[in-house]
């Protein structure tokens, strides 16, 4: 059984920050990369960030102002979120990919609301 749990989470203005943390618990292990996705209403689910050992991946629209980061052997992830828009609205999920019991999978947490407002 694996958990992942998210929280930061909350409202800020335009122009603020947020961080964003992720911690992933169980029998969980050799995890192959983490990530976070958002999905603002009305809208599928994107992928916001991704992070392996060797290399780091941003959206087109928060290159330069997000910023992830992981502590693998701790099993957490990060989002450092900056210069905060109104398009930035939605609920954010972390995803790890790993190996649980011998099987390679993906999981989820239930996600953390990020709202934006001016």
């Known amino acids: 059984q694996v958990q992942v749990v998210e929280s930061g989470g909350g409202l800020v203005q335009t122009g603020g920050s947020l961080r964003l943390s992720c911690a992933a618990s169980?029998?969980?292990?050799?995890?192959?990369?983490m990530g976070w996705y958002r999905q603002a209403p009305g809208k599928q689910r994107e992928l916001v960030a991704f992070i392996t050992t060797s290399s780091v991946n941003y959206a087109d629209s928060v290159r330069g102002r997000f910023t992830i980061s992981s502590d693998s052997p701790g099993k957490m992830v990060y989002l450092q979120m900056s210069s905060l828009k109104l398009e930035d609205t939605g609920i954010y999920y972390c995803n790890v990919q790993g190996i649980s019991r011998g099987s390679w999978n993906s999981y989820w947490g239930q996600g953390t609301q990020v709202t934006v407002s001016s």
């Open positions: 169980g029998s969980i292990s050799a995890i192959n990369a």
